[in-house]
């Protein structure tokens, strides 16, 4: 109450002109309500509220003026006002020439003995729009959470019931930080017993030297092969297998633990591999594997027969490319693509043979791992029989456009210009003729030719000779 009493005398001798523009400075919005709540004034201090037609308002109610719902708000205002209640702000919603709604927060104050009331509000457009925004936001960040719980329950899932030994080991300490039932049961322990120790002592000293160069490669490839390692206190091998990943800023290993597959499994799977080479060696499409310098490592016969060489032999240790690509763009193009994607598929271009033979192919090829090295595996077909022969000069030249775009990845571009030039050509000489029934003194003055080279031209693209109407004058 003292700090009202003294406000009261510092402004007491501010002119209503200072009042005026002090409340302008302070509302967005101003209204000067006679105490029946028809409006006198209107003053706005906010280009947000541009959108309200505002123009017409005076001499109108208030309440008048705002949607339905808020014209109770303005009646209750405009009573605290007048029996001197300590002012309240409320909302109240005024409609907008582009069909929305825009939220004001007013607050009322009566004017001396008159009946006035000074009506002061803040456009809440902007809040309402941040309050939004913050609204999606929080149901993005519950909704990912969600998915992120989900998934967690999966993984967890997952490797509770896995039915082989699987470990998570801290890169950067070599703890053991996870381990599922069934490698508790395999190192005769409980789980959160494991939890904590170094992965490295769980194993046979023996085996310590090639467990941490099996991790070793896992760091540096992000996966490595498995190999042969024997737990503490046990008297067989297990497989032994390790991954990198990461999580946040840090990187675990997740290794396997599985018990070495019986011979005859074994004997099973070798069995399985020997007939899978026998199938790529037997397939009619070409297959061709290369080391990471693009050189031969082996190939199978339906390959042998695209390059015209007898042996396997003859091929091995030789670059690919001597008999893959119509040129080395060509074959660098695929490269660079199985490099940046690891895998591509349909890849139009050429086998060349060692006598000059060619033929059209699709390679699907992938990348992948052999011990330390890359290697890169393609499967090459012959589709000569699909495309049809390439177009020449004094063979049948392609009627349309598409017939032309097909063209493209299979024939260099300067072939595919001439070609087109051939057509455009024999096509202006055929309308020509028509145009002149068959004249061909009238078609070669029509042309700007010479008649010896329209005859040459005819020869050229074999056009029939005409009937009866066919004359040179």
């Known amino acids: ?65 705002v949607t339905v719902e808020s014209r109770e708000k303005v009646d209750e205002m405009l009573r605290d006002a007048a029996t001197d209640q300590p002012p309240r702000w409320r909302q109240v919603n005024h409609p907008s020439s582009n069909g929305g709604d825009i939220p004001v927060r007013y607050s009322t104050v009566q004017l001396g003995n008159g009946g006035s009331v000074v009506a002061v509000g803040r456009e809440l457009k902007s809040m309402s729009a941040l309050q939004q925004r913050m609204i999606a936001a929080q149901q993005a960040m519950e909704r990912e959470y969600e998915r992120l719980r989900q998934a967690e329950t999966r993984y967890r899932l997952l490797f509770q019931l896995s039915s082989e030994a699987v470990l998570i080991i801290e890169a950067s300490t070599g703890k053991i930080v996870e381990v599922n039932p069934v490698a508790g049961r395999l190192m005769n322990d409980t789980p959160q017993n494991i939890v904590g120790r170094k992965f490295l002592e769980e194993f046979d000293p023996e085996s310590r030297a090639d467990v941490s160069a099996l991790l070793g490669a896992a760091k540096a490839t992000g996966q490595a092969d498995t190999i042969r390692a024997r737990l503490t206190d046990h008297n067989t091998d297990y497989e032994l297998g390790a991954s990198l990943f990461r999580q946040g800023s840090a990187t675990y290993y ?60 003859q091929v091995r240790g030789q670059p690919l490319m001597n008999w893959l690509g119509r040129s080395g763009v060509d074959f660098n193009v695929l490269v660079a693509n199985l490099r940046e994607y690891g895998t591509i598929r349909l890849f139009g271009t050429v086998m060349r043979g060692q006598y000059g033979a060619t033929v059209e192919v699709e390679v699907s090829a992938v990348s992948a791992l052999h011990g330390d090295q890359s290697c890169y595996g393609m499967t090459v077909r012959n589709v000569s029989r699909r495309f049809g022969a390439r177009p020449s000069a004094t063979g049948q030249l392609p009627q349309s456009a598409n017939q032309f775009t097909e063209l493209v990845g299979r024939v260099p571009l300067k072939e595919i210009v001439r070609e087109t030039t051939d057509l455009i050509e024999r096509l202006c000489i ?44």
């Open 1 to 65: 109450m003292r700090r009202t009493e003294g406000l009261k005398r510092s402004l007491r001798h501010i002119d209503n002109d200072a009042v005026s523009s002090l409340i302008t400075a302070a509302a967005d919005i101003a209204l000067v309500v006679d105490k029946k709540g028809v409006i006198q004034d209107v003053a706005l201090g906010s280009e947000e509220l541009s959108a309200i037609e505002y123009g017409d308002w005076l001499g109108r109610a208030w309440k008048d003026i």
């Open 254 to 313: 997740l290794a396997k633990i599985a018990a070495i597959e019986p011979d005859k499994a074994r004997e099973q799977e070798v069995s399985a591999n020997s007939a899978l080479l026998e199938v790529v060696e037997k397939s009619p499409d070409g297959f061709v594997v290369a080391d990471s310098d693009w050189r031969i490592l082996a190939a199978n016969g339906a390959f042998l027969d695209m390059t015209e060489m007898a042996t396997e032999e």
């Open 430 to 473: 055929e309308a020509a003729l028509d145009l002149t029934d068959n004249n061909r003194a009238s078609a070669s003055e029509l042309l700007g030719l010479s008649r010896q080279s329209l005859y040459v031209k005819l020869r050229r693209y074999d056009i029939a000779d005409g009937d009866n109407h066919d004359t040179d004058a």
